[in-house]
Each structure stands twice: as C-alpha cells, then as structure tokens.
C-alpha cells in the first residue's frame, strides 16, 4: 500500500526498524515548517456515501504500483457524478514458516487483505475511524480484495524526514502518532514502517496498510511504545466488547484473532494503569 511515512524529529515520536520509538528527551526543534501544499480538492461525502461509491462504482483505469511488498493497484474509479481513485489489495498468503525481508523468521505467518478491513472497522470502534482511508471488501478484475478510499496528502513519513520538514504544532502531532502507537500494539501490526504513515494537507495523520497485523500472540509486541494515550481512546480500550469485536470484523478475522486482540487489550489497558499510578495522570493521558 501507500507509505505512510512517520515523522520524527527531537522530542517527537519515530521510527527505528519496524517500530515507533521516542527519538529523544530534548526539547523540540524550533525550525520553520515547509510550506503546506494547498489543500487537493476531494468530494465531500459521508462514510457511507464513500463506501457505496467503492463498492459500486465504475472502474475506468487501473494502474499497479511499486510500493512495499503487496504491489497494491491504484483504481480510478466512477459513478457518473464522481470520480475518484482507491487503493485495492488482493494479497491472502499463509505459511507455516516464513522468512521475512529483514531476515527474521515468522510461524504462522498470514499476509491478508482482510486485515485491511478489519483495522478499519476496530479504529471506528475506538473512535479512530477517520484516522484510516474508508475500506471496504470488493471483487474486481476476477479477485477480492481490500478497497480503501485514496486519500489527499502531501507527502508520507519517509519523504518528511528526508526534507527534514516539522510539524507546525508538535504537540499536536505527537497526540496522533501515540494513537497510532496504541493501535499498532492493539492489534500487532508486525510489519508498521515508514510508508504506513500519510500526512495530510493540513497534517493530519493517517495509518494504512494493516495486511501484515492481527497476530495471535496475547502479549504486545513492543511495550515501550505505550508511553501516552488519548483519554478517549483509553476509556474506548476499556469498554472494547468481544462480541462486538466479533461482529464488525466477521468475516475478516477468525475468532482466535479476535479473542488475542482483546488479550492485547487487557495488556494494553493494564500498562496505562500502571504508568497512571507511576507518574500520575497527567504525565500519562491527555
């Protein structure tokens, strides 16, 4: 899928290898922002609006990309009123044994368009839906495959950090990327990296890219990560349903996929009220 770069600069969250990681205890940088592409013209439509539109509308170009593993295609797609692209993904691999591109080795491994779908509907159970391109499943071209609405950005992680661009407001900025930190340990994303990160025009952050997630292990992957939390996201956590869970996501996850996420839940939640009791609320939740 697109890459979603993710922005890293002192005092700021971001990436080493495959995980989010803080860059250092300093004070941010004070460095002028790069000026912000003006904002890309994009229909406005509701969410469910968006997703008739992807499950129905016309596709009149195709065109597959080069980015990351999956080689996702971008559709352009129309109703006879709109035209807009999207991102498809096919991919559904399983293997008893797998060695992955950085060398280190995986049992079980599954890459899966479905995980794709079901990312989406577990962030709009948290109240993070529109921090996620709309996604629905769709049959085109003889194969299914995850369809996610294409959205308007100005440039992803990986690109930022090359222009050594700032956020204009770091706080801000830092608030989205520790939602993104708690739901990438939530449903263990094994494969979160540079290009899962879009940056909007007005820098607001999206995560895709989820085919790689959804590991059966109940503990988190990187503890470390969870260092703040959304006081929102954090009572969402707590009131997570299984059977909930269950139903927005059937047939995208198995049950055991869906029982390890509430494990990591727990975990998750555990962690938080720890760190509260360690350092007080207001060093913890915002």
Known sequence: MRSFKRLTFVAALGFMGTGLMWASNEAPVTQEPAAVAPPSKEPSLAEEQMKQFLLKARVIKSKQTSKGVTAPFR??????????????????ES?????LEDGSTEINFRDSYHYNIAAYELAKLLGLGDM????????WNGKVGSLEWWLPTQMDEA?????????????????QMYKMRVFAQLVYDTDR?????LIGDDWKLYMID??????????????????QCDRQLLEKLRQLNEAEVEEKTKGQLRKAEVKAV??????????????IAQKGESAVIY
């Open 95 to 99: 293997k008893n044994f797998m060695r």
């Open 262 to 275: 509430m494990a990591r839940r727990d975990k998750i939640v555990a962690v938080f009220q720890q760190l």
């Open 193 to 197: 990296n540079l290009t899962n990160v």
């Open 210 to 227: 989820f085919s790689r997630a959804f590991r059966l292990q109940n503990d988190v992957k990187d503890v470390k990560d969870l260092v």
């Open 159 to 175: 690109e930022r950090l090359k222009r050594k661009v700032t956020p204009p407001d770091v706080e801000a900025w830092n608030h």
């Open 132 to 139: 996620m391109p709309v996604t629905v499943e769709r049959k």
């Open 75 to 92: 559709l352009t797609l129309t109703d006879g009123t709109i035209t807009h692209d999207g991102e498809y993904q096919t991919i559904e």
